[in-house]
Protein backbone atom coordinates (compact mmCIF):
# COMPACT_ATOMS: atom_id res chain seq x y z
CA UNK A 1 0.00 0.00 0.00
CA UNK A 2 2.98 2.61 0.88
CA UNK A 3 4.97 2.04 -2.31
CA UNK A 4 1.56 2.41 -4.55
CA UNK A 5 0.79 5.75 -2.79
CA UNK A 6 4.63 6.92 -2.27
CA UNK A 7 4.79 6.14 -6.43
CA UNK A 8 1.59 7.84 -6.83
CA UNK A 9 2.36 10.75 -5.02
CA UNK A 10 5.84 11.43 -6.71
CA UNK A 11 5.22 11.27 -10.13
CA UNK A 12 1.65 13.29 -9.88
CA UNK A 13 3.46 15.35 -7.33
CA UNK A 14 0.87 15.54 -5.53
CA UNK A 15 1.60 16.38 -1.61
CA UNK A 16 1.71 13.72 1.12
CA UNK A 17 -1.78 14.61 2.27
CA UNK A 18 -4.05 14.72 -0.60
CA UNK A 19 -5.14 10.56 0.19
CA UNK A 20 -8.19 10.95 1.50
CA UNK A 21 -12.18 9.90 1.12
CA UNK A 22 -13.12 13.35 -0.02
CA UNK A 23 -10.52 14.45 -2.40
CA UNK A 24 -9.36 11.09 -3.59
CA UNK A 25 -9.15 11.51 -7.34
CA UNK A 26 -10.92 8.64 -9.17
CA UNK A 27 -10.01 8.76 -12.30
CA UNK A 28 -6.82 10.40 -11.96
CA UNK A 29 -5.80 7.40 -9.96
CA UNK A 30 -7.14 5.42 -12.43
CA UNK A 31 -5.70 7.54 -15.80
CA UNK A 32 -2.31 7.01 -13.88
CA UNK A 33 -1.87 3.04 -13.02
CA UNK A 34 -3.99 2.74 -16.50
CA UNK A 35 -0.41 3.67 -18.59
CA UNK A 36 2.00 2.44 -16.00
CA UNK A 37 3.82 -1.66 -15.44
CA UNK A 38 4.36 -1.61 -12.19
CA UNK A 39 6.93 -4.63 -10.34
CA UNK A 40 6.34 -4.45 -6.79
CA UNK A 41 8.68 -7.48 -5.15
CA UNK A 42 8.11 -7.90 -1.41
CA UNK A 43 11.43 -8.31 0.55
CA UNK A 44 11.29 -6.59 3.78
CA UNK A 45 12.29 -7.60 7.22
CA UNK A 46 14.97 -8.77 8.68
CA UNK A 47 15.61 -12.66 7.41
CA UNK A 48 16.42 -13.72 10.15
CA UNK A 49 15.56 -17.42 9.53
CA UNK A 50 18.80 -16.50 7.13
CA UNK A 51 21.03 -15.02 10.04
CA UNK A 52 24.21 -15.29 7.25
CA UNK A 53 22.98 -12.90 4.61
CA UNK A 54 20.70 -10.04 6.91
CA UNK A 55 23.08 -7.43 5.65
CA UNK A 56 22.19 -8.14 1.94
CA UNK A 57 18.62 -8.61 2.43
CA UNK A 58 16.28 -11.29 0.66
CA UNK A 59 17.10 -9.61 -2.99
CA UNK A 60 20.94 -9.90 -2.69
CA UNK A 61 21.57 -12.41 -1.48
CA UNK A 62 24.75 -14.66 -3.36
CA UNK A 63 23.77 -17.63 -5.86
CA UNK A 64 25.33 -20.32 -7.70
CA UNK A 65 24.83 -19.95 -11.06
CA UNK A 66 28.21 -19.61 -12.67
CA UNK A 67 30.70 -21.90 -14.83
CA UNK A 68 34.14 -23.23 -12.95
CA UNK A 69 37.32 -22.52 -13.36
CA UNK A 70 38.52 -20.06 -16.08
CA UNK A 71 35.30 -19.34 -17.00
CA UNK A 72 33.72 -18.85 -13.67
CA UNK A 73 31.64 -15.06 -13.04
CA UNK A 74 33.38 -13.62 -16.19
CA UNK A 75 30.80 -10.79 -15.19
CA UNK A 76 33.22 -10.24 -12.15
CA UNK A 77 30.01 -9.29 -10.26
CA UNK A 78 28.47 -12.03 -7.53
CA UNK A 79 24.97 -13.06 -9.18
CA UNK A 80 22.37 -12.53 -6.49
CA UNK A 81 18.56 -13.14 -6.26
CA UNK A 82 17.16 -10.34 -7.93
CA UNK A 83 19.02 -11.28 -11.53
CA UNK A 84 16.85 -14.11 -11.54
CA UNK A 85 13.60 -12.73 -10.21
CA UNK A 86 14.27 -9.73 -13.14
CA UNK A 87 14.41 -12.73 -15.60
CA UNK A 88 11.05 -13.75 -15.82
CA UNK A 89 9.47 -10.14 -15.83
CA UNK A 90 11.60 -9.24 -18.49
CA UNK A 91 10.22 -12.11 -20.16
CA UNK A 92 6.85 -11.57 -19.26
CA UNK A 93 4.29 -10.16 -21.26
CA UNK A 94 2.88 -7.03 -20.05
CA UNK A 95 -1.04 -6.05 -20.25
CA UNK A 96 -0.89 -2.19 -20.11
CA UNK A 97 -1.72 -1.18 -16.66
CA UNK A 98 -0.88 -4.05 -14.62
CA UNK A 99 0.74 -4.35 -11.07
CA UNK A 100 2.41 -7.07 -10.48
CA UNK A 101 3.51 -7.96 -6.53
CA UNK A 102 5.72 -10.65 -5.82
CA UNK A 103 7.63 -12.44 -2.76
CA UNK A 104 11.55 -11.57 -2.69
CA UNK A 105 11.93 -14.43 -1.23
CA UNK A 106 11.21 -17.28 -3.84
CA UNK A 107 12.46 -17.52 -7.33
CA UNK A 108 9.31 -18.31 -9.81
CA UNK A 109 10.33 -19.06 -13.42
CA UNK A 110 8.09 -20.47 -16.23
CA UNK A 111 7.48 -20.59 -19.85
CA UNK A 112 5.75 -17.10 -20.28
CA UNK A 113 5.50 -17.50 -23.91
CA UNK A 114 3.65 -21.28 -23.96
CA UNK A 115 1.30 -20.21 -21.33
CA UNK A 116 0.08 -16.87 -21.04
CA UNK A 117 -1.96 -16.97 -24.24
CA UNK A 118 -3.65 -14.04 -26.05
CA UNK A 119 -7.10 -15.52 -23.90
CA UNK A 120 -5.14 -14.71 -20.63
CA UNK A 121 -8.30 -13.55 -18.44
CA UNK A 122 -6.70 -11.62 -15.29
CA UNK A 123 -9.77 -10.22 -13.91
CA UNK A 124 -9.13 -7.29 -11.30
CA UNK A 125 -7.14 -9.50 -9.32
CA UNK A 126 -4.85 -13.04 -10.90
CA UNK A 127 -2.85 -15.02 -8.69
CA UNK A 128 -0.48 -17.20 -10.35
CA UNK A 129 -0.62 -20.96 -9.42
CA UNK A 130 1.68 -24.25 -10.01
CA UNK A 131 0.77 -27.65 -9.61
CA UNK A 132 2.29 -28.94 -6.74
CA UNK A 133 2.14 -31.95 -4.37
CA UNK A 134 -0.42 -31.55 -1.07
CA UNK A 135 2.69 -31.55 1.33
CA UNK A 136 4.28 -29.20 -0.55
CA UNK A 137 0.52 -27.07 -0.82
CA UNK A 138 0.52 -27.35 3.78
CA UNK A 139 3.58 -25.27 3.80
CA UNK A 140 2.05 -22.24 1.49
CA UNK A 141 -0.74 -20.85 0.25
CA UNK A 142 -3.37 -23.37 -1.80
CA UNK A 143 -6.01 -21.92 -4.61
CA UNK A 144 -9.08 -23.90 -5.08
CA UNK A 145 -9.88 -23.41 -8.60
CA UNK A 146 -13.85 -23.29 -9.65
CA UNK A 147 -14.75 -24.73 -13.30
CA UNK A 148 -13.60 -22.88 -16.59
CA UNK A 149 -11.94 -23.37 -19.65
CA UNK A 150 -8.80 -21.63 -18.69
CA UNK A 151 -5.91 -20.61 -18.98
CA UNK A 152 -7.67 -18.90 -15.64
CA UNK A 153 -9.93 -19.77 -13.24
CA UNK A 154 -12.06 -18.27 -11.31
CA UNK A 155 -10.89 -18.62 -7.41
CA UNK A 156 -13.32 -20.10 -5.14
CA UNK A 157 -11.69 -20.42 -1.52
CA UNK A 158 -7.56 -19.95 -0.91
CA UNK A 159 -5.89 -21.62 1.89
CA UNK A 160 -3.03 -20.73 4.19
CA UNK A 161 -0.29 -23.64 5.08
CA UNK A 162 -3.88 -26.09 5.58
CA UNK A 163 -3.18 -29.61 6.89
CA UNK A 164 -2.66 -32.19 3.28
CA UNK A 165 -6.37 -34.03 4.04
CA UNK A 166 -7.96 -30.46 3.97
CA UNK A 167 -6.20 -30.14 0.36
CA UNK A 168 -7.28 -33.44 -0.74
CA UNK A 169 -10.97 -32.43 0.41
CA UNK A 170 -11.03 -28.61 -0.85
CA UNK A 171 -8.03 -28.01 -3.22
CA UNK A 172 -7.42 -31.19 -5.93
CA UNK A 173 -6.76 -30.01 -9.60
CA UNK A 174 -8.76 -31.84 -12.03
CA UNK A 175 -7.02 -33.71 -15.16
CA UNK A 176 -3.58 -34.48 -13.28
CA UNK A 177 -2.47 -38.20 -12.52
CA UNK A 178 -1.38 -37.49 -9.15
CA UNK A 179 -2.89 -36.03 -6.31
CA UNK A 180 -2.04 -32.90 -6.68
CA UNK A 181 -3.14 -28.66 -5.47
CA UNK A 182 -2.07 -25.24 -7.27
CA UNK A 183 0.52 -23.46 -5.05
CA UNK A 184 0.40 -20.11 -4.52
CA UNK A 185 3.73 -18.92 -5.78
CA UNK A 186 3.50 -15.39 -4.59
CA UNK A 187 2.83 -14.11 -7.74
CA UNK A 188 -0.13 -11.69 -8.38
CA UNK A 189 -1.42 -9.24 -11.13
CA UNK A 190 -3.64 -6.61 -10.02
CA UNK A 191 -5.66 -4.52 -12.91
CA UNK A 192 -6.31 -0.46 -12.40
CA UNK A 193 -9.30 -1.16 -11.22
CA UNK A 194 -7.94 -2.83 -8.05
CA UNK A 195 -5.45 -0.41 -7.74
CA UNK A 196 -8.01 2.60 -7.28
CA UNK A 197 -10.23 -0.18 -4.81
CA UNK A 198 -6.83 -0.27 -3.05
CA UNK A 199 -6.29 3.44 -2.34
CA UNK A 200 -10.09 4.26 -1.14
CA UNK A 201 -9.25 1.23 1.22
CA UNK A 202 -5.94 3.35 2.06
CA UNK A 203 -8.28 6.73 1.94
CA UNK A 204 -11.10 4.89 4.63
CA UNK A 205 -10.90 6.74 8.43
CA UNK A 206 -10.11 4.65 11.04
CA UNK A 207 -9.28 6.37 14.38
CA UNK A 208 -9.68 9.64 13.19
CA UNK A 209 -6.81 9.20 10.32
CA UNK A 210 -6.56 6.93 7.19
CA UNK A 211 -5.63 3.51 6.72
CA UNK A 212 -2.32 4.89 4.64
CA UNK A 213 -1.17 7.19 7.82
CA UNK A 214 -1.92 4.24 10.20
CA UNK A 215 0.36 2.04 8.15
CA UNK A 216 2.80 4.51 6.96
CA UNK A 217 2.91 5.30 11.39
CA UNK A 218 3.25 1.45 11.79
CA UNK A 219 0.07 1.53 13.91
CA UNK A 220 -1.43 -1.33 11.77
CA UNK A 221 0.07 -3.91 9.84
CA UNK A 222 -1.66 -6.11 7.24
CA UNK A 223 -0.39 -9.06 5.40
CA UNK A 224 -1.85 -9.03 1.59
CA UNK A 225 -1.64 -12.88 1.28
CA UNK A 226 -3.77 -13.54 3.93
CA UNK A 227 -6.16 -10.47 4.42
CA UNK A 228 -5.73 -8.71 1.10
CA UNK A 229 -6.59 -12.02 -1.19
CA UNK A 230 -9.18 -13.54 0.97
CA UNK A 231 -11.22 -10.59 0.94
CA UNK A 232 -11.32 -10.69 -2.53
CA UNK A 233 -12.94 -14.21 -2.42
CA UNK A 234 -16.41 -14.17 -3.56
CA UNK A 235 -19.69 -14.82 -2.29
CA UNK A 236 -18.88 -14.31 1.70
CA UNK A 237 -20.06 -11.92 3.91
CA UNK A 238 -17.89 -10.04 6.12
CA UNK A 239 -18.90 -12.33 9.44
CA UNK A 240 -17.05 -15.39 7.05
CA UNK A 241 -14.40 -13.17 6.23
CA UNK A 242 -13.51 -12.23 9.67
CA UNK A 243 -14.49 -15.77 10.47
CA UNK A 244 -11.87 -17.06 7.83
CA UNK A 245 -9.21 -15.17 8.95
CA UNK A 246 -9.52 -15.22 12.71
CA UNK A 247 -6.65 -16.93 14.46
CA UNK A 248 -4.16 -15.38 11.36
CA UNK A 249 -4.87 -12.09 11.27
CA UNK A 250 -4.02 -9.37 13.90
CA UNK A 251 -6.59 -6.34 12.44
CA UNK A 252 -9.41 -4.99 14.52
CA UNK A 253 -12.78 -6.16 13.23
CA UNK A 254 -13.46 -2.36 11.76
CA UNK A 255 -10.72 -2.59 9.38
CA UNK A 256 -11.73 -6.08 8.26
CA UNK A 257 -14.70 -4.78 7.67
CA UNK A 258 -13.15 -1.87 5.69
CA UNK A 259 -11.48 -4.60 3.75
CA UNK A 260 -13.80 -6.39 2.67
CA UNK A 261 -16.13 -3.63 1.85
CA UNK A 262 -13.67 -1.99 -1.04
CA UNK A 263 -11.75 -5.11 -1.85
CA UNK A 264 -14.70 -7.65 -1.84
CA UNK A 265 -16.52 -7.07 -5.23
CA UNK A 266 -13.35 -7.12 -7.06
CA UNK A 267 -13.13 -10.58 -9.80
CA UNK A 268 -10.35 -12.83 -8.24
CA UNK A 269 -9.04 -15.26 -10.58
CA UNK A 270 -6.11 -17.89 -11.16
CA UNK A 271 -3.70 -18.88 -13.22
CA UNK A 272 -2.38 -23.11 -13.04
CA UNK A 273 0.92 -22.93 -14.18
CA UNK A 274 2.11 -26.16 -15.53
CA UNK A 275 5.97 -26.80 -15.37
CA UNK A 276 7.06 -24.26 -13.38
CA UNK A 277 10.00 -24.08 -10.77
CA UNK A 278 9.29 -22.82 -7.48
CA UNK A 279 12.46 -21.94 -5.52
CA UNK A 280 11.77 -21.17 -1.88
CA UNK A 281 14.86 -19.80 -0.22
CA UNK A 282 13.81 -18.52 3.08
CA UNK A 283 15.65 -20.86 5.85
CA UNK A 284 19.41 -21.49 5.83
CA UNK A 285 18.70 -24.98 4.38
CA UNK A 286 16.35 -23.81 1.67
CA UNK A 287 18.67 -21.14 0.36
CA UNK A 288 21.97 -23.53 -1.01
CA UNK A 289 19.08 -25.89 -2.34
CA UNK A 290 17.52 -23.30 -3.94
CA UNK A 291 20.89 -22.32 -5.88
CA UNK A 292 21.43 -26.17 -6.53
CA UNK A 293 18.50 -25.85 -8.62
CA UNK A 294 19.19 -23.17 -10.50
CA UNK A 295 22.46 -24.22 -11.53
CA UNK A 296 20.51 -28.15 -12.71
CA UNK A 297 17.60 -26.24 -14.15
CA UNK A 298 19.81 -23.70 -16.15
CA UNK A 299 18.11 -20.67 -15.12
CA UNK A 300 19.42 -17.86 -16.29
CA UNK A 301 20.02 -13.94 -14.84
CA UNK A 302 18.39 -10.90 -16.66
CA UNK A 303 21.86 -10.23 -18.35
CA UNK A 304 22.85 -13.43 -19.25
CA UNK A 305 22.86 -12.50 -22.98
CA UNK A 306 24.64 -10.15 -22.59
CA UNK A 307 27.78 -11.42 -20.76
CA UNK A 308 30.68 -11.37 -23.26
CA UNK A 309 28.64 -12.39 -25.99
CA UNK A 310 27.27 -15.19 -24.95
CA UNK A 311 23.64 -16.54 -25.54
CA UNK A 312 23.33 -18.94 -22.76
CA UNK A 313 24.25 -18.69 -18.94
CA UNK A 314 25.55 -22.54 -18.92
CA UNK A 315 25.57 -22.87 -14.77
CA UNK A 316 27.43 -25.88 -13.58
CA UNK A 317 25.97 -27.49 -10.51
CA UNK A 318 28.66 -29.58 -8.52
CA UNK A 319 29.64 -33.08 -9.79
CA UNK A 320 27.47 -34.70 -7.46
CA UNK A 321 24.91 -33.19 -4.98
CA UNK A 322 27.02 -34.06 -1.86
CA UNK A 323 29.83 -32.02 -3.08
CA UNK A 324 30.56 -28.25 -1.42
CA UNK A 325 28.71 -25.58 -3.09
CA UNK A 326 31.87 -23.12 -3.49
CA UNK A 327 30.32 -19.70 -4.26
CA UNK A 328 33.10 -16.53 -4.29
CA UNK A 329 35.22 -18.20 -2.90
CA UNK A 330 38.92 -18.77 -3.69
CA UNK A 331 38.84 -22.82 -4.10
CA UNK A 332 42.35 -23.68 -4.74
CA UNK A 333 42.89 -22.41 -1.21
CA UNK A 334 39.87 -24.23 0.76
CA UNK A 335 40.50 -27.89 2.45
CA UNK A 336 37.40 -29.84 3.32
CA UNK A 337 37.97 -33.21 4.66
CA UNK A 338 34.64 -35.32 4.96
CA UNK A 339 34.18 -39.07 4.75
CA UNK A 340 31.96 -40.55 2.22
CA UNK A 341 28.70 -41.58 3.28
CA UNK A 342 25.27 -42.10 1.70
CA UNK A 343 23.99 -38.28 3.42
CA UNK A 344 22.27 -35.79 0.38
CA UNK A 345 22.72 -32.95 2.67
CA UNK A 346 24.76 -29.80 1.22
CA UNK A 347 27.77 -28.22 2.11
CA UNK A 348 27.45 -24.54 1.09
CA UNK A 349 30.59 -22.49 0.82
CA UNK A 350 30.35 -18.61 -0.25
CA UNK A 351 32.76 -15.98 0.52
CA UNK A 352 35.73 -17.78 2.04
CA UNK A 353 39.29 -18.25 1.72
CA UNK A 354 42.04 -20.31 3.47
CA UNK A 355 40.10 -22.63 5.34
CA UNK A 356 40.89 -26.22 7.20
CA UNK A 357 38.23 -27.62 8.35
CA UNK A 358 36.81 -31.31 9.01
CA UNK A 359 32.88 -31.67 8.31
CA UNK A 360 30.80 -34.67 9.84
CA UNK A 361 30.63 -37.01 7.19
CA UNK A 362 26.72 -36.51 7.33
CA UNK A 363 24.58 -33.67 7.54
CA UNK A 364 24.03 -29.69 6.36
CA UNK A 365 27.32 -27.27 6.69
CA UNK A 366 26.80 -24.01 5.55
CA UNK A 367 30.05 -22.05 5.90
CA UNK A 368 30.24 -18.43 5.20
CA UNK A 369 32.86 -15.40 5.27
CA UNK A 370 35.79 -17.23 6.50
CA UNK A 371 39.07 -16.31 6.18
CA UNK A 372 42.34 -18.11 7.67
CA UNK A 373 40.26 -20.71 9.61
CA UNK A 374 41.87 -23.96 10.48
CA UNK A 375 39.48 -26.61 12.51
CA UNK A 376 40.77 -30.02 13.57
CA UNK A 377 37.88 -31.09 15.46
CA UNK A 378 34.90 -32.17 13.34
CA UNK A 379 32.54 -29.82 12.29
CA UNK A 380 29.11 -31.57 13.67
CA UNK A 381 26.12 -32.62 11.16
CA UNK A 382 23.99 -29.16 10.67
CA UNK A 383 26.54 -26.79 12.24
CA UNK A 384 26.70 -23.31 10.57
CA UNK A 385 30.30 -21.32 10.71
CA UNK A 386 29.26 -16.87 9.90
CA UNK A 387 32.57 -15.16 9.76
CA UNK A 388 32.35 -11.09 10.03
CA UNK A 389 34.52 -8.15 9.55
CA UNK A 390 33.14 -5.49 11.97
CA UNK A 391 34.90 -2.08 11.79
CA UNK A 392 33.45 -0.31 14.41
CA UNK A 393 33.84 -0.49 18.30
CA UNK A 394 31.20 -1.67 20.61
CA UNK A 395 28.18 -3.93 20.66
CA UNK A 396 29.93 -5.96 23.18
CA UNK A 397 29.93 -7.20 27.02
CA UNK A 398 30.78 -4.67 29.40
CA UNK A 399 33.88 -6.57 30.79
CA UNK A 400 37.11 -7.38 28.54
CA UNK A 401 38.84 -4.42 26.52
CA UNK A 402 37.78 -2.63 23.60
CA UNK A 403 37.58 -4.24 20.09
CA UNK A 404 39.95 -3.27 17.54
CA UNK A 405 38.81 -1.12 14.49
CA UNK A 406 38.33 -4.19 12.60
CA UNK A 407 36.71 -7.09 14.67
CA UNK A 408 36.74 -10.27 13.46
CA UNK A 409 33.78 -12.74 14.91
CA UNK A 410 32.95 -16.16 13.93
CA UNK A 411 29.35 -16.86 14.56
CA UNK A 412 28.17 -20.14 15.22
CA UNK A 413 25.14 -21.46 14.70
CA UNK A 414 22.34 -24.82 13.98
CA UNK A 415 20.57 -24.78 11.19
CA UNK A 416 17.58 -25.72 13.44
CA UNK A 417 18.38 -22.95 16.03
CA UNK A 418 15.17 -20.62 16.74
CA UNK A 419 16.63 -16.95 15.51
CA UNK A 420 13.24 -15.37 15.99
CA UNK A 421 11.49 -14.74 19.22
CA UNK A 422 9.52 -17.77 20.37
CA UNK A 423 6.42 -17.58 23.02
CA UNK A 424 8.65 -19.50 26.04
CA UNK A 425 12.03 -20.21 27.02
CA UNK A 426 12.25 -23.46 26.85
CA UNK A 427 11.39 -23.01 22.87
CA UNK A 428 14.69 -21.22 22.37
CA UNK A 429 17.37 -23.71 20.37
CA UNK A 430 21.10 -22.68 20.13
CA UNK A 431 23.18 -25.21 18.90
CA UNK A 432 21.22 -27.52 18.21
CA UNK A 433 20.20 -27.93 21.84
CA UNK A 434 17.77 -26.20 24.54
CA UNK A 435 19.58 -22.95 25.10
CA UNK A 436 19.05 -23.18 28.93
CA UNK A 437 20.82 -26.98 28.67
CA UNK A 438 24.14 -24.84 26.83
CA UNK A 439 24.30 -22.23 29.20
CA UNK A 440 24.19 -24.75 32.11
CA UNK A 441 26.48 -27.33 30.34
CA UNK A 442 29.33 -24.22 30.07
CA UNK A 443 28.23 -23.07 33.75
CA UNK A 444 26.56 -19.41 32.03
CA UNK A 445 23.55 -17.95 33.52
CA UNK A 446 21.25 -15.99 31.23
CA UNK A 447 23.11 -12.24 32.73
CA UNK A 448 25.86 -13.46 31.12
CA UNK A 449 24.89 -12.76 28.01
CA UNK A 450 21.24 -10.75 27.78
CA UNK A 451 22.96 -7.53 28.68
CA UNK A 452 19.36 -5.80 28.97
CA UNK A 453 17.47 -6.97 31.95
CA UNK A 454 13.96 -7.41 30.49
CA UNK A 455 15.50 -9.77 27.97
CA UNK A 456 17.37 -11.38 30.73
CA UNK A 457 14.41 -12.20 32.39
CA UNK A 458 12.17 -13.33 29.24
CA UNK A 459 14.49 -15.39 27.95
CA UNK A 460 12.68 -15.74 24.53
CA UNK A 461 15.03 -14.08 21.69
CA UNK A 462 18.06 -15.59 20.74
CA UNK A 463 18.91 -13.27 18.14
CA UNK A 464 20.40 -10.67 21.16
CA UNK A 465 22.56 -12.63 23.53
CA UNK A 466 25.76 -11.87 23.38
CA UNK A 467 27.24 -15.13 22.22
CA UNK A 468 30.09 -14.62 20.10
CA UNK A 469 33.60 -13.50 20.54
CA UNK A 470 35.89 -11.52 18.78
CA UNK A 471 39.35 -12.61 18.22
CA UNK A 472 42.54 -11.80 16.78
CA UNK A 473 44.40 -15.14 15.30
CA UNK A 474 43.85 -18.16 13.38
CA UNK A 475 44.84 -20.21 16.78
CA UNK A 476 42.75 -18.38 19.07
CA UNK A 477 39.38 -19.10 16.46
CA UNK A 478 40.77 -23.06 16.30
CA UNK A 479 40.24 -23.06 20.22
CA UNK A 480 37.35 -21.40 20.81
CA UNK A 481 35.19 -22.36 18.01
CA UNK A 482 34.90 -26.02 19.31
CA UNK A 483 33.26 -24.83 23.05
CA UNK A 484 30.11 -24.35 20.97
CA UNK A 485 29.51 -27.84 20.48
CA UNK A 486 31.84 -29.50 22.86
CA UNK A 487 31.15 -28.07 26.36
CA UNK A 488 34.26 -29.88 28.10
CA UNK A 489 36.57 -27.48 26.05
CA UNK A 490 34.74 -24.27 26.68
CA UNK A 491 36.67 -21.87 28.86
CA UNK A 492 33.67 -19.83 30.27
CA UNK A 493 35.51 -17.45 32.72
CA UNK A 494 37.16 -15.55 28.88
CA UNK A 495 33.79 -16.19 27.59
CA UNK A 496 32.29 -14.04 30.21
CA UNK A 497 35.41 -11.56 30.06
CA UNK A 498 35.90 -11.16 26.28
CA UNK A 499 34.05 -8.49 24.27
CA UNK A 500 30.36 -10.46 22.95
CA UNK A 501 28.31 -9.53 19.98
CA UNK A 502 24.51 -10.81 19.16
CA UNK A 503 23.63 -11.53 15.66
CA UNK A 504 21.50 -7.99 16.18
CA UNK A 505 25.07 -6.75 16.51
CA UNK A 506 26.68 -8.50 14.17
CA UNK A 507 24.28 -7.63 11.32
CA UNK A 508 23.92 -4.04 12.65
CA UNK A 509 27.38 -3.07 12.36
CA UNK A 510 28.41 -5.24 9.01
CA UNK A 511 28.13 -3.90 5.94
CA UNK A 512 26.90 -5.02 2.88
CA UNK A 513 29.04 -2.71 0.70
CA UNK A 514 32.64 -4.22 2.58
CA UNK A 515 30.91 -7.67 1.68
CA UNK A 516 31.21 -7.38 -1.58
CA UNK A 517 34.08 -6.08 -1.75
CA UNK A 518 35.55 -8.92 -0.34
CA UNK A 519 33.62 -10.85 -2.66
CA UNK A 520 35.26 -9.45 -5.58
CA UNK A 521 38.60 -9.86 -4.29
CA UNK A 522 38.18 -13.09 -3.73
CA UNK A 523 36.74 -14.15 -7.33
CA UNK A 524 39.12 -11.81 -9.28
Known amino acids: MVALFELYQQEQQRQATALSEDALDEEGIL ?3 SKQRVLLLHAGGE ?30 CPVVVLDFLLSLYFRYPWADGEVILASGDVIVDFDVAGQLRENFRRGSICGFGKVASLEQGSRHGVFAFGDDQGPTYPVEDFYQKSPVEKLRKECLVPGVLEESCALDTGIFAMSPEWCLAFFKLGAAQHDGKTLIKAVQASDIYFDFYVEVVMASLPGQTREQFANRVSGISKLPAAILDLMHEHLGSLELRGALMQDCAFLHFGTLKEFPAASLQICELGLQP ?27 SQAHTLHLRKEASDSTEMVWVEMCADLQITLSPSGFHLLVGLEDVKLERPLPEGFCLDGRFIQ ?30 VKHPEDVLFCGIPFHSWLQQRRLRVEHVWSNAQEAASCTELWTAKLFLATTSAASLAELLPGYWDASCFRSDDFIAHVRFSLEDLNRLDSALNRDIRRHRLIS
Not at 304 to 324: F, M, Q, T, Y
Not at 394 to 418: C, K, L, N, R, W
Open 392 to 421: KAGAGSTAGSTPSETSYIVAVYAAADTFKK
Open 47 to 76: SRRLPCYVPEGKLFGPLASAQRGATACRTN
Open 302 to 328: FYSHLVEGRSDWNPVPPAKRIDPMIVN
Open 31 to 33: AFF
